[in-house]
């Protein structure tokens, strides 16, 4: 296993279009977060799964993004008409829980680095 | 809510040297655990240690070490005999425990840290 995947790397976009990133997680990993990280901060949470199940989301998320697990596989997280300050670094985690158990295995994705111009 | 607070925006240290990263944290919860995570130029957010508020002895990893004041809510990372990959962002991070829900991340700002030659 490679790790937290995340795709593409980079992605510059004119503003008011729409974008989607991916994020493939370890195979074993039951869930999927999703972190935003702006120039000279620490990340924020956005959003997680546990398998196919988005069970919380942040205040961050507005209604002009969407993040998806169909399969509790891979997840997509996309922007709609993006705006300048929706530029920022996007990363997914993934770790593998059981019932009544912390997380372990907390694993982060490279990200992807979204532009915004 | 849980806020995290990272005093040192950056610092430096010489080779083999030792430094020290503040992080004091401010939560209503009794259980929880902390953490500090590596961020080099590559980006993706590596762990470093981690404490759980239970244990009063504190965690070492290596080169690593943490003072845990859960009455001062303050958790320092000691890095002993710096070496130039310890060059990196470096984040505090708060996680509480819970079962199913609340299992993400509250991010400091981070402390960029140089190790010079």
């Known amino acids: 296993d490679t790790g937290v995947s995340q795709n593409p790397r980079h992605k510059i976009t004119k503003r008011g279009q729409n974008v989607t990133f991916r994020c493939d997680p370890i195979?074993?990993?039951?869930?999927l977060y999703w972190y935003r990280q702006t120039l000279g901060q620490g990340p924020e949470f956005l959003t997680y799964?546990?398998?196919?199940?988005?069970?919380?989301k942040s205040r961050l998320l507005s209604d002009r993004f969407s993040a998806e697990r169909p399969k509790g596989s891979f997840s997509t997280l996309e922007i709609q008409r993006t705006e300048q300050g929706d530029s920022a670094m996007y990363l997914c985690?993934?770790?593998?829980?059981?019932?009544?158990?912390?997380?372990?295995?907390?694993?982060f994705g490279s990200g992807t680095r979204l532009t915004v111009v | 809510a849980q806020t995290v607070t990272q005093s040192q925006p950056e610092m430096s240290v010489q080779e083999a040297e030792t430094v020290t990263l503040s992080c004091t944290y401010d939560?209503?919860?009794?259980?929880?655990?902390l953490f500090w995570y590596k961020q080099p130029p590559s980006r993706q957010m590596i762990l470093v240690i981690r404490?759980?508020?239970?244990?009063?002895q504190n965690a070492t990893e290596n080169r690593f070490s943490v003072n845990f004041q859960k009455a001062a809510k303050s958790f320092s990372l000691k890095i002993s005999d710096s070496q130039l990959g310890d060059t990196a962002m470096y984040f505090c991070?708060?996680?509480?425990?819970?079962?199913?829900?609340?299992?993400?991340?509250?991010f400091g700002p981070g402390t960029r840290l140089s190790v010079l030659p």
């Open positions: 939560t209503s919860e009794n259980n929880y655990y």
């Open positions: 195979s074993e990993h039951n869930r």
């Open positions: 404490q759980e508020a239970y244990k009063q």
């Open positions: 985690a993934s770790s593998r829980v059981g019932p009544l158990t912390i997380n372990y295995g907390y694993t």
């Open positions: 799964f546990q398998n196919e199940a988005q069970l919380e």
């Open positions: 991070a708060f996680m509480k425990h819970a079962v199913n829900y609340g299992q993400n991340f509250v």
